[in-house]
């Protein structure tokens, strides 16, 4: 059985950083995309940033490049979210999210598609 399972969120004051974490159990990676989406309350999800699991190529969607910066591990079968000069809008619970073997849309229409895995999520607060 797949899981993903999320760490690392917190509060942080705006302009910190924080790194979420995302690591598949039950499944070792080779291909695929794995990548992460947000919702805060009242609001639509919203795809954040992914990665190509087998070359690494990377998307992100605009409210968020230059800040954030999505990575793998695969001796570690985890994927990172490093995410710098956080604002308060960033405030919102992130997901991670997986298809292995594919990646339906390709990278550019990854995040806006549904998909196979899900994470639990994890909180991230960010206050002014």
């Known amino acids: 059985q797949v899981q993903l399972v999320e760490s690392g969120g917190g509060s942080v004051q705006a302009g910190g950083s924080l790194r979420l974490s995302c690591a598949v159990f039950g499944y070792t990676y080779f291909s695929g995309c794995m990548g992460w989406f947000r919702q805060a309350p009242g609001k639509e999800r919203e795809g954040v940033a992914v990665?190509?699991?087998?070359?690494?190529?990377?998307f992100y969607t605009d409210s968020i490049k230059g800040r954030f910066t999505i990575s793998q591990d695969n001796a570690k079968n985890t994927v990172y979210l490093q995410m710098n000069s956080l604002k308060v809008e960033d405030t919102a619970m992130y997901y991670c999210?997986?298809?292995?073997?594919?990646?339906?849309?390709?990278?550019?229409?990854?995040?806006?598609?549904?998909?196979?895995?899900w994470g639990q999520g994890t909180q991230v607060t960010v206050s002014s």
């Open positions: 990665i190509g699991l087998y070359g690494g190529n990377t």
């Open positions: 999210a997986a298809d292995f073997l594919m990646c339906p849309g390709g990278l550019s229409g990854w995040l806006a598609k549904d998909h196979k895995y």
